[in-house]
C-alpha cells in the first residue's frame, strides 16, 4: 500500500528525541478484524477524515498494521510505584505509541493501541485485551471528557477475532487511544534510575516542549515545568471527586504528566456517597479509596519531585527544599479547587463549575466571612451523605429542584429527610433572593450536576451484551452518558441507584 492510502501523518518526536526510553516494535497481525465502534466526532476534532480513516485502509494504518509514514511504533518504557511499590520496569507490555499528530490547530496527540500484542515489556502478560474492557475504557472516558474532565479518550475499538484466556476465554480487541501525552509520573521514575542525567534532562525538555512550553525560558524551568504537573493534577483529582469517580489504580505510572485521567482498569463512578468506597477487587486496604484519592496523588507527585531532584538543584539539600516547597502547594490548589467547584454544584455560585481559575486575591472581611460559610456547608455535604448513605450524583442534581422551590424530590433521598432539612437550614441563607434569580441558579446547577453517570449495573449490562455480540445496550448507555446534563424521558434507568439489595459492586485489573 502506498504511502497516499495513508489518511494521516504522525511524528515520531519521541522516538527521536528520547533514545533508551523505548523499544521499536510491531502491532502483531489481526486475525479477523471487525469495527466495533469509531469516535467520529473525536476524529473530526483532530481534523481527520473519519470516513477514510473508518475504512479498511486507513484501519491498516490505526491498528499498525500498515505503518505510518515517518514514525516507527514504539513501546515505551516506564517504572512506577503500584500499590506504593516500586517497580523498576513495567513499560508498555501489550501497548504501542503509533506516533504524534498535529491537529491543524497547533496542539499534538499520541495515537496509541493498547492489546496489539507482546512487547519486550510484556513480562508473563499475553500483550492482549478483551472487548468488555476496552469498551469500558471507551464509554467512561468519553462520558469524562463529557463532564468536562480532562482525559484520554478512544478513537476507535477494533475486535481481532481472537479469542483470550481470562476468567474463561474472551473475544479480543485492540483500544485505539488519543492523549495529550503518554508521559507518565512512572516514566520519570525510570528515567531517573537510569542514572544518566543527561536523558533525565532531555526527557524534562521533551515534557516542557510538549505541554509547558511556557517555562522554557524561565528561571528554574524545571521547578516551574514541576508547579504546572503538580497544578494539573491538584485540578484532576478535584474535578474527580465532584462527580464521584473513583480511578481504583493510581499507581505513579497510571498518573499523567499531562494532567489527563488515563488507563480505565477498575475505576467506577461511587453511587451512595461514602469517603470509604473502593471497587478495585485487589485493593484490599482501600488505599485508593474514594476519599484517599487527593492524598495519594500527592504521594504520587512527590514520587515525581525525588526523580526530578537532580534538575531542581545541584546541590540536593537544595533541591530538596524547593521541591518539598512546590509540593506544599498541591494541598492549596486542591482544596482551592475543590471547594470552587463544590460551590457551584451546591448552587452558591452565580457561575458554573470551574468559570474562575484563581482564588480571588483581595476579599473584604464580610466576602470572607460568607466565604467561610460557604466552604462549611462544603465540608458538611459529605458526612451528611455518608451518613444518610444517599446517592452522590441524584442528590446535587435534584438539590436544583429544592433550588426551585420543591423540596420533595431530594428530600425523598434520604433516610432521615429531617437531617437533610438541618443541614439545608443554613444552606438556604445563602440562596439568592429573587424567584428570578433562583430560577438562574438552578439552570446553573443543571448545567454543573450530571444527572447520568456511567452507573455501574448498567455499564456491566452494556459490556456483557457487547461481549456477546450485541452492541445495541452500549450505544444506548454512550448516548445517555455523552449528554450528561440533559435529562430525557426514556433514560430513566440510567438514572437509577443500584437496588439496595444489590451485592457490592467489584471491579478487576488484569484486564
Ligand atoms: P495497567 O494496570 O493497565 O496500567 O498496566 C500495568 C502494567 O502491566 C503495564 O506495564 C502494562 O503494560 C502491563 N500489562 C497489563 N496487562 C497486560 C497484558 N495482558 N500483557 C502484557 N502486559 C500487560
Ligand atoms: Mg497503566
Known amino acids: 500500500m502506498s504511502d497516499a492510502a495513508c489518511p494521516f501523518d504522525l511524528e515520531d518526536r519521541f522516538a527521536r528525541e528520547l533514545e533508551g526510553l523505548f523499544v521499536p516494535w510491531h502491532a502483531e497481525p489481526i486475525p479477523a478484524r471487525r469495527l466495533l465502534i469509531f469516535n467520529a466526532p473525536l476524529a473530526r476534532a483532530l481534523g481527520l477524515d473519519g470516513d477514510r480513516l473508518a475504512s479498511p485502509p486507513g484501519l491498516d494504518f490505526l491498528l499498525g498494521q500498515s505503518p505510518a509514514p515517518r514514525a516507527t511504533p514504539i513501546a515505551m518504557a516506564y517504572a512506577g510505584h503500584q500499590f506504593g511499590n516500586y517497580s523498576p520496569r513495567l513499560g508498555d507490555g501489550r501497548a504501542l505509541l503509533l506516533g504524534e499528530l498535529a491537529d491543524g490547530r497547533g496542539r499534538r ?34 462520558a469524562m471528557h463529557a463532564l468536562g474532565i480532562p482525559t484520554t479518550r478512544a478513537l476507535a475499538v477494533v475486535a481481532t477475532g481472537e479469542s483470550i484466556a481470562r476468567d474463561g476465554m474472551l473475544p479480543g480487541a485492540v483500544l485505539v487511544r488519543i492523549a495529550a501525552s503518554h508521559l507518565r509520573i512512572g516514566t520519570f521514575e525510570y528515567a531517573a534510575a537510569q542514572r544518566d542525567p543527561a536523558l533525565l534532562r532531555r526527557l524534562a525538555d521533551h515534557a516542557i516542549a510538549r505541554h509547558d512550553p511556557e517555562v522554557a525560558g524561565v528561571d528554574q524551568p524545571y521547578l516551574a515545568f514541576y508547579e504546572r504537573v503538580v497544578a494539573r493534577q491538584a485540578e484532576l483529582v478535584a474535578r474527580w471527586m465532584h462527580v464521584g469517580f ?29 469517603p470509604a468506597t473502593v471497587f478495585s477487587s485487589i485493593d484490599e486496604r482501600g488505599r485508593y479509596a474514594y476519599g484517599n484519592q487527593p492524598g495519594i ?19 540536593e539539600a537544595q533541591a530538596v527544599e524547593r521541591a518539598t516547597a512546590a509540593l506544599g502547594g498541591f494541598r492549596d490548589r486542591f482544596f482551592d479547587a475543590h471547594r470552587r467547584g463544590m460551590r457551584a454544584k451546591l448552587g452558591l455560585e452565580s457561575g458554573a463549575a470551574h468559570a474562575s481559575a484563581e482564588p480571588s486575591a483581595a476579599r473584604s472581611d464580610a466576602e470572607a466571612a460568607r466565604s467561610d460559610e460557604a466552604d462549611a456547608l462544603c465540608d458538611s455535604v459529605s458526612e451528611l451523605l455518608t451518613t444518610q448513605r444517599v446517592d452522590h450524583t441524584l442528590f446535587f442534581r435534584r438539590l436544583a429542584d429544592a433550588v426551585r422551590g420543591d423540596d420533595a424530590k431530594v428530600r425523598a433521598l434520604f433516610a432521615d429527610p429531617g437531617a437533610f432539612d438541618a443541614w439545608a437550614t443554613g444552606w438556604r441563607t445563602r440562596l439568592p433572593t429573587t424567584e428570578d434569580e433562583r430560577r438562574l441558579r438552578a439552570e446553573v446547577m443543571d448545567r454543573t450536576n450530571p444527572i447520568y453517570v456511567p452507573r455501574n449495573l448498567e455499564v456491566e449490562r452494556a459490556l456483557a451484551a457487547a461481549t456477546a455480540g450485541d452492541l445495541a445496550p452500549f450505544h444506548a448507555l454512550l448516548e445517555a452518558v455523552t449528554r450528561p446534563f440533559d435529562e430525557r424521558p426514556g433514560l430513566e434507568a440510567y438514572a437509577r441507584p443500584a437496588p439496595d439489595d444489590a451485592p457490592p459492586y467489584r471491579t478487576f485489573c488484569g484486564t
Request: with cysteine.
Open 109 to 142: 496527540w499520541d495515537v496509541h493501541l493498547k492489546g496489539s500484542g507482546r512487547t519486550p515489556f510484556a513480562r508473563g502478560g499475553d500483550g492482549k485485551a478483551a472487548v468488555g474492557p476496552m469498551l469500558r475504557e471507551y464509554v467512561i472516558g468519553e
Open 297 to 315: 496523588l500527592q504521594w504520587n507527585l512527590a514520587r515525581l519531585a525525588e526523580a526530578l531532584l537532580p534538575l531542581f538543584d545541584a546541590d
Open 246 to 274: 473513583v480511578h481504583g489504580v493510581m499507581n505513579t505510572d497510571n498518573t499523567t504528566i499531562s494532567g489527563e485521567t488515563i488507563d480505565y482498569g477498575p475505576c467506577a463512578f461511587m453511587e451512595r456517597h461514602d
